[in-house]
C-alpha cells in the first residue's frame, strides 16, 4: 500500500512519467480499491499529467458501485459501471437487483456491470453465475445502457447467452481481453468491443494477444488500466508497490500500436473517439475533464 507521505513525485519516477500524444480513456479502472484511499487526489493528478482525461470506474457489486458513482459527482472526467460480478453471483436477489436498478438510473453510470461469466475460479457456481448474468442481460435491456463484461474460460457459453439478447442490448465490451482467436472472432461475430489491458505487455501470457491486437478492428478496441491490477511487466523501471495506476495507461496504449504496426497518437485517438461514443458521453469530455477539475 501506499504510505501517506507519499506525493505526486514521489510514486511514479522518471521514467514512468509518461503522457499520452492525445487524451485517452481508462475504460476500467478499480479506483474504489482501498490501496487507492490514501492518495486518491495524487492519483487523478497523476492521471491528468499523463493526458488520461477519462476515468470509467468498475463497480462490481453494490458497494463500490455507490462508491464508484459518489466518486464520480466530485471530480469531473469520472463516470462509473454498476454490476454484479460472477464471482458474487451466489449473492443475486431481488433487493440486490432493484438496488442495480437504482443505480443504472444514476446519470454518473454510464454501463451495466462488471458482469458476465468466470468458469475459471467458479467463486460462485455456474448456475449462479448464468442466473446473476441473465438478469443483468435484462437491465441492461430495460435501461439501454451499454453492457461491461467479464469472461474467464467461459467463451461458448457468453456467446450463447450474448446471442440470445443481442437485439436488446444497445452494445457491450469485453473487458480485459485474454482469450484466443477463435474467442475473439466469436466477439466480433457478435460486434462486440474489446477492451485490452497490460496483459498484452506480460512476456509469459501475453504473447498471443501481440498477435491477435491486429485482428481487433479499431472502431471496436478500447484501452484500460484495470488498476489496481495488471501493472505492465515490461514497464522501463520498477514501481514501488507494485499497484497499476491511470497514469501507466499511455504505456499500454504505445505497446499496442507498436503491435498494430501504427502511430501511437492515432491509436491514442481512436481509442478515445471508440470509448466516448461506447459509453455515450461528449465529444469534448476527454478536453473538459482537464480544464475543470477542483483543486
Known sequence: MVAPTDTFDDVLPEALRFTSPAPLV????????????????????RARAANV????????????????????????????????????????????????????RQPEVVAVGECGLDF????????????????????????????????????????????AWRDDIPDAVVHCFTADRET????????????????????????????????????RLMVETDCPYLLPRNLPAKLKGRRHEPALLPW?????????GMDEAEMARATTATALAF???PAGEAHRATEHEEP
Open 252 to 260: 499500454i496504449v504505445r505497446e499496442i500500436a507498436h503491435w498494430r
Open 53 to 104: 482525461t477519462t476515468l470509467i470506474l468498475t463497480g462490481t457489486d453494490r458497494e463500490h458501485a455507490e462508491q464508484a458513482v459518489a466518486l464520480a459527482r466530485r471530480h469531473p472526467g469520472l463516470f462509473a459501471t454498476a454490476g454484479v460480478h460472477p464471482h458474487d453471483a451466489s449473492r443475486w436477489d431481488p433487493t440486490l437487483a432493484r438496488a442495480m436498478r437504482d443505480l443504472h
Open 184 to 219: 475473439l472472432y466469436g466477439y466480433r461475430d457478435l460486434d462486440l468491443h474489446i477492451g485490452l489491458t497490460g496483459w498484452l505487455c506480460d512476456e509469459r501470457r501475453g504473447h498471443h494477444l501481440r498477435e491477435l491486437v491486429s485482428e481487433i478492428p479499431l472502431d
Open 26 to 45: 481508462d475504460i476500467g479502472a478499480n479506483l474504489t480499491h482501498e490501496s487507492f484511499a490514501r492518495d486518491l487526489p495524487a492519483v487523478l493528478a
Open 279 to 281: 459509453f455515450r458521453l
Open 120 to 163: 475459471n475460479r467458479n467463486f460462485s457456481t455456474p448456475a449462479e453465475q448464468e442466473r446473476a448474468f441473465e438478469a443483468q442481460l435484462g437491465l441492461a435491456a430495460e435501461s439501454g445502457k451499454p453492457l461491461f463484461l467479464h469472461e474467464r474460460d467461459a467463451g461458448r457459453r457468453m456467446r450463447e447467452m450474448l446471442h
